[in-house]
């Protein structure tokens, strides 16, 4: 079983920058391989970016390549989501999950929302022109 929390999300003009922060809690946090998600209201959630549990691989959307960054530091239990030149059409509510079989799963990276079975209640991310 792994909790996670979300954090940081906010209202900033396009260009500006937030971190979210997603804390873990529970054993198999660095069994999990780790992802951030989006979801609009009507739309599918989709898959912002994902991150093994050893760091080596990592998944990023065509549209925020170049922008967003992913990574983890076990020792604290936290993934974060540098999110830079923030555009309008990024306006979501973003969530973190868990795929607890990132171990098992290795070397897959597994980047559909299927593959998450824990996640937070999000935190929503505003971007104004």
């Known amino acids: 079983q792994v909790e996670v929390v979300e954090s940081g999300g906010g209202h900033v003009e396009s260009g500006g920058s937030l971190r979210l922060s997603c804390v873990a809690s529970?054993?198999?946090?660095?069994?999990?391989?780790m992802g951030w998600f989006r979801q609009v209201p009507e739309n599918e959630r989709e898959t912002v970016a994902a991150l093994s549990w050893n760091s080596e691989k990592t998944y990023y959307a065509d549209s925020v390549k170049g922008r967003f960054t992913i990574s983890r530091d076990n020792a604290e239990r936290t993934v974060y989501l540098q999110m830079n030149n923030l555009k309008p059409e990024d306006t979501a509510v973003y969530y973190c999950?868990?795929?607890?079989?990132?171990?098992?799963?290795?070397?897959?990276?597994?980047?559909?929302?299927?593959?998450?079975?824990?996640w937070g209640q999000g935190t929503q991310v505003t971007v104004s022109p």
């Open positions: 529970g054993r198999s946090f660095n069994n999990c391989n």
């Open positions: 999950a868990c795929n607890s079989r990132g171990v098992l799963d290795h070397p897959r990276l597994r980047v559909a929302p299927r593959a998450f079975e824990y």
